[in-house]
């Protein structure tokens, strides 16, 4: 009786261990990251919130700050764990994809620098994806590039802040000072 | 009767007509101008006010849940399109400045509030983005602002909060200032001096830089 007491402790001793192991795998400090994550993302531990599983592969759950949209893309930089910055990262969307900001499922080119968005590193390769609205979809996921500056070469023209009304009011004011001198000798000398 | 003392004053009977048309021409033009300089800031001031309005109205869109896929999507466009209503609203509360943003920073745009500086960053996609107004309009009052001060920008997405950094007099033909930058940063420009006769020969340069814990 006591002995089946005993083994019924260790199997079930043994059960819990087998479902709690994954769980402590599936933890941004023991992840496996592949050497071609580490490489493309050397932070990727530091700006890791979770592990997740999706469609039977694990992936880090990222989060950071938008800083920049373009034409099926955005340009984030994640949080790291004592609350800097990462570099600034490039994701590329397709145009029909959304994201989901404040309940609602969102265009890219729809979004604004400063919205806080949350993507999936895959830890054993190289790609990155933006989590989409629906998550019953598949993760779009891209290559992950490496932070480069993104910064347009271009150099705008100074505008024209200059505005005519100035002069026009005082071109008015002379003329009418003047109107007003040539009729007051006028009627000086009629009277 | 009347025209005999103007004929001894002048001399010629020609040279007082002359000078009755020129007296006629000045009353006529100055008026024309000065009613010119009434009409714009009439307008500056009710087109103003009536784009901030319609700019609040634009934030709360009407119910779209019956509407086609087709006419939602024209809506948005609409939205978006270079209209009289503005993109967003300039706000510098420690100047208390409340303006209206343009699309473009054509006179039109100028007179009735702030106008984006084409080739430069848009508040939602980031960059530089950069306002011009006119120094002797709603822009006169950056004269008083000071390093530290907040700039808001409410677009019908987010509210954007930037921190002023810089504030710099460069020559009209120096636009190093407007160029892109890889955070978020804002830069109004107008003219300098703020109190000119004429095309003024340097611009003001008001610089900020994203203030990340804004939210919504």
Known sequence: ?191 | MGHIPIRRFHGTRGFARALRWSEAFCWIAGALLCSLFALAQADSALGSTRALKDFAESLTPPDQTLWSAGRVRDYQVALNAPTGTPIAVLKVPALKLEVPVFETDDEISLNRGAGLIAGMGRPDQGGNVGIAGHRDGFFRVLKDIKVGDLIEIRTRIKLHRYRVTSIDIVDETDSRRLVDTELPSVTLVTCYPFYYLGNAPQRYIVAGTYEWSSES
């Not at chain 1, 083994?7 to 709690?20: E, F, K, M, P």
């Not at chain 1, 994640?78 to 969307?93: M, N, P, Q, V, Y």
């Not at chain 1, 145009?95 to 404040?102: D, G, L, S, T």
């Not at chain 1, 993760?139 to 002069?167: C, F, K, N």
């Open chain 1, 1 to 191: 009786m006591r002995r089946s007491i005993y083994l019924s402790i260790i199997g079930v001793t043994a059960l819990l261990g087998g479902v709690a192991a994954p769980a402590l795998a599936a933890d941004c400090a023991n992840a496996q990251f592949s050497d071609a994550v580490l490489a493309r993302f050397p932070n990727i531990r530091a700006v890791c919130t979770a592990i997740v599983e999706k469609e039977g592969q694990q992936y880090a759950v990222v989060k950071g700050d938008l800083v920049r949209t373009g034409s099926n893309a955005v340009y984030m930089k994640f949080t790291l764990a004592d609350g800097t910055k990462s570099d600034t990262r490039k994701i590329e969307t397709k145009p029909e994809f959304r994201v989901k900001i404040n309940g609602t499922p969102t265009r890219v080119r729809d979004l604004a620098v400063g919205q806080e968005l949350t993507a999936y590193v895959k830890v054993s390769d190289p790609v990155i994806a933006l989590e989409p609205a629906d998550e019953t979809v598949a993760l779009d996921l891209t290559p992950i590039e490496p932070a480069a500056p993104m910064v347009a070469q271009t150099e705008p023209e100074m505008p024209r802040t200059a505005s005519a009304l100035p002069t026009l009011v005082g071109l008015g004011g002379i003329l009418l000072a003047f109107a007003g001198m040539l009729t007051f000798f006028r009627l000086r000398r009629e009277s």
